[in-house]
């Protein structure tokens, strides 16, 4: 198949850091071409996959991030892009892109990576009467109802990404963005009531996730909790796969959370609360510990080292590996065509 893999403007793909999506957009294109796909990718800045690529941006534009005006002029860039590749899917990854699908022979699968409240779910519910809109995890389609689903295909990694390391730190670790949603402050708390030091990365640039820095995080900070920026690749790597566990307290509906496979992929459990898609990406028991309240992580904390790294490691390569995701990828394009096709014949 000819696909078009469309991403969002703001980041490179692959991220050199920060950029969850961009990240699954790289490895979902290599999958694609693994099973003998042919894919444009069509993206901001530089490209560093081994697809065809059209630029719509010559830098990514995440200074700007959000900014409706880039999300625009992207996805006009893109369907003119598209046109000339002439494919036989879109896969979209924007919020806006999606627009130009009704005006397109080709169909289009959309990737809705946000959280579907407020606004994020009022597009979403236009999206899903005009494209094929998939959800990166099954509690995803919990949170709001009236979306019309096309089907679920999870986030992934490439286990040979993320070396396997059966002995572990003493330390805990939590990466995420500054954020109380992401409970930057809760992990700190249980880290510290379990007697353990935890390490603490994450991007900390937009005003908001500043200002809760500044107010929440810096005054717990000390010699049990370090806070040690935003890190590359090679320096998340090290955090996650040298930890005793990997901490995930979040506060919302998070659709999917990349981090927990990328830990347990390294062969550090996760201890998490049990929330958004918790429960249907940690195996509870075998590659973490999932807890109903904040007062139950200090104990999860001092109790998971009796988990085996080997089996963290093993839930990611049977359920969140890029050859399952480009398989489930292939499959929802295969009957988005034929479904074209035979709307097609009956006109």
């Not at 530089?46 to 992207?74: D, K, M, S, W």
């Not at 494209?131 to 490439?158: F, K």
């Not at 347990?264 to 990406?281: D, F, K, S, W």
């Amino acid at each position: 198949m000819r696909i078009a893999m469309v991403a969002p403007p703001w980041y490179e793909i692959p991220p050199p850091a920060y950029g969850g999506t961009e990240a699954v957009v790289a490895r979902l294109i290599e999958g694609l071409q693994a099973r003998g796909h042919e894919v444009m990718l069509v993206a901001a800045g530089r490209n560093g996959t081994g697809a065809e690529f059209a630029q719509t941006y010559p830098e990514p534009q995440h200074p700007c991030l959000g900014q409706v005006e880039i999300e625009v002029a992207h996805a006009v860039g893109a369907a003119g892009h598209i046109d000339g590749f002439e494919p036989d899917v879109v896969h979209d990854h924007t919020l806006v892109g999606p627009l130009t699908a009704p005006v397109r022979r080709a169909p289009t699968l959309v990737t809705a990576h946000l959280a579907p409240v407020g606004e994020a779910a009022l597009c979403y519910r236009f999206i899903g009467g005009m494209a094929g809109l998939v959800s990166v995890s099954h509690a995803q389609q919990r949170v709001t109802s009236g979306i019309r689903w096309a089907g679920t295909a999870h986030n992934a990694v490439d286990p040979a990404q993320f070396p396997f390391r059966e002995r572990k730190g003493d330390h805990v670790a939590f990466l995420g963005r500054m954020s109380a949603d992401k409970g930057v402050h809760t992990a700190i708390a249980a880290a510290r009531a379990a007697g353990h030091p935890i390490k603490i990365a994450g991007r900390c640039t937009r005003p908001e996730e500043i200002e809760y820095f500044e107010r929440e995080i810096e005054p717990l900070l000390g010699p049990d909790a370090e806070y040690l920026g935003e890190p590359d690749t090679a320096a998340k790597v090290e955090l996650l796969a040298g930890a005793r566990c990997l901490l995930f307290p979040v506060h919302w509906e998070e659709p999917f959370g990349m981090v927990l496979i990328e830990a347990m992929a390294c062969g550090t459990p996760v201890v998490a609360l049990r929330r958004a898609a918790v429960a249907e990406i940690v195996e509870p028991g075998v590659s973490g510990l999932v807890c109903d309240t904040e007062e139950e992580l200090p104990a999860a904390i001092r109790e998971v080292g009796r988990l085996d790294p080997r089996d963290c490691r093993r839930r990611v390569s049977d359920h969140f590996d890029v050859g399952t995701m480009a398989a489930v990828y292939e499959r929802h394009y295969l009957r988005l065509v034929r479904e074209r096709s035979l709307s097609d014949t009956s006109r």
